[in-house]
T-cell receptor
Framework: SQELEQSPQSLIVQEGKNLTINCTSS?????LYWYKQKYGEGLIFLMM?????EEKSHEKITAKLDEKKQQSSLHITASQPSHAGIYLC????????????FGQGTRLTINP | GAVVSQHPSWVICKSGTSVKIECRSL??????MFWYRQFPKQSLMLMAT?????????EQGVEKDKFLINHASLTLSTLTVTSAHPEDSSFYIC??????????????FGPGTRLTVL
């Protein structure tokens, strides 16, 4: 079973609509990282969260880490075609560790 | 921002041959580099952690004699797939962690190398 569960696995939304992707763990998330990947390419770093309750925003993307540090959400407002891609959450599950564990990814499609 | 390059971006080889993939941090020193593989429509699976000047740490189930990792400098790590077979065909991605005293574990990823073994 996955140590990080992402939901949904795929998402199709109309351009302009809002959407949310979730990343959940049964273990404490000591560091939570959101990345975006286009098929066959590397990962683009989006945001990093460390503290319970933390929220960060960049342009139309907002990421939150819950107080218990076991769930994170990525919210996109007024989606655009450029937001299409695969979103991956990665996390450090052991305090001080360097190793990242990844969720299975969420494939986002934006329909014009 | 921090840039990580990989070379080659894609490679096709015959079964039984060895393939070397390079991962370079272009504008920063990386104390640690990581090698991942990704199968189609699946997530990244960590293969090994590579520290400059020391032996790589392999994840469970990853054959260290098959996937040779050399981290010769603070800006270069190489992954050699020895005696490649079709089941080794995959997308290999490296990442590099900036040399820092911070507790942040931010990793910067290369663009990936697609290996196809015939």
């Amino acid at each position: 079973s996955q140590e990080l569960e992402q939901s949904p696995q795929s998402l199709i939304v109309q351009e302009g609509k809002n959407l949310t992707i979730n990343c959940t763990s049964s273990k404490t998330l000591y560091g939570l990282y959101w990345y975006k990947q286009k098929y066959g390419e590397g990962l683009i770093f989006l945001m990093m969260l460390q503290k319970g309750g933390e929220e960060k925003s960049h342009e139309k993307i907002t990421a939150k880490l819950d107080e218990k540090k076991q769930q994170s959400s990525l919210h996109i407002t007024a989606s655009q075609p450029s937001h299409a891609g695969i979103y991956l959450c990665g996390a450090t599950l052991i305090q001080g560790a360097q190793k990242l564990v990844f969720g299975q990814g969420t494939r986002l499609t934006i329909n014009p | 921002g921090a840039v990580v390059s990989q070379h080659p971006s894609w490679v096709i080889c015959k079964s039984g041959t060895s393939v070397k993939i390079e991962c370079r941090s272009l504008d920063f020193q990386a104390t640690t580099m990581f090698w991942y593989r990704q199968f189609p429509k699946q997530s990244l699976m960590l293969m090994a952690t590579s520290n400059e000047g020391s032996k790589a740490t392999y994840e469970q189930g990853v054959e260290k004699d098959k996937f040779l990792i050399n981290h010769a400098s603070l800006t270069l790590s190489t992954l050699t797939v020895t005696s490649a077979h079709p089941e080794d065909s995959s997308f290999y991605i490296c990442s590099a962690r900036i040399r820092t005293t911070s507790s942040y574990n931010e990793q910067f990823f290369g663009p990936g190398t697609r290996l196809t073994v015939l």
